[in-house]
């Protein structure tokens, strides 16, 4: 099966409106220019961070009108994630697109209640788990309505600290959907590993990108950030948004 390209952008977290229209006028600017249909991406609440003092967001009702309200000015289509079942209904009015965690995808009551809303469901494959268990997963979206499932790759745990990307992953996942999404960000990342919160290294970001488009992925998941080093969750790890376009360019090209 022909898949059009997924690509999902956008800050780790809502951190204010003016980080909104930013990052959102730069991917209304990347669809005209190359006629695709980039999903806007950002947590109203980021639930798993490090330290209980980390920034987590404005809560489910606010952010959700603020996601709401770059919908109808942008015209994106959107994608946020959720950490609990009672959380997909709302959001599921509101976005095109419910994520799952990867700590979670084993959840089952949060995979069935984003199922049910008609949202099509991105699942992140665990740090723990391989490409050819996500079948599990998929199944209980699958047989609790979801129209459409998509997985996610995002590296495996490596020691402590540390992640690596497993590419086989990749072809194998696509055995189960026909949508699988490089998670090119989160990908980088160095668990716990920078004194109470996340470290990384952006710096191979476009590196996970175009080996994934190797392995058959056919989606990339980017979080950007006009100044990543003041990001206020994930700042390591975000792509310089100014560096978004020529990504997208290789690998749609």
């Known amino acids: 099966m022909d898949i059009q390209p997924k690509i999902i952008a956008g800050p780790c977290v809502i951190e204010s409106d003016e980080l909104l229209d930013t990052v959102a006028k730069t991917l209304v600017v990347i669809n005209a220019k190359f006629g695709i249909d980039i999903i806007f991406k950002a947590s109203f609440d980021k639930a798993n961070r490090t330290s209980i003092n980390s920034f987590r967001g404005p809560g489910i009702d606010k952010g959700l009108q603020m996601l709401s309200d770059i919908k109808s000015r942008y015209g994106l289509k959107i994608l946020t994630d959720i950490h609990e079942s009672w959380q997909a209904s709302p959001v599921g009015q509101v ?37 050819i268990d996500m079948k599990y997963p998929v199944e209980k979206a699958r047989e609790s309505g979801a129209k459409e499932v998509w997985l996610t790759e995002r590296g495996n745990i490596y020691g402590y600290n540390n992640l690596v990307v497993d590419f086989r992953n990749i072809p194998d996942m696509l055995q189960i959907t026909d949508t699988v999404i490089m998670d090119c960000t989160h990908s980088v990342q160095r668990p716990g590993g920078a004194g109470g919160k996340t470290g990384g290294d952006r710096c191979y970001v476009p590196m996970m990108a175009l080996a994934a488009k190797a392995f058959g992925a056919n989606g990339w998941f980017f979080e950007v950030h006009p100044d990543p080093d003041k990001g206020l969750s994930d700042a390591a790890n975000m792509l310089e948004l100014d560096k978004l376009e020529s990504l997208v360019e290789q690998l749609i090209r």
């Not at 995808?105 to 494959?125: E, H, P």
């Open 95 to 131: 976005v095109d697109v419910i994520q799952i965690p990867a700590f979670l995808c084993r959840q089952t009551d949060l995979l069935v209640s984003a199922s049910k809303t008609g949202c099509t469901v991105n699942i992140k494959k665990a740090q723990f788990l391989s490409g």
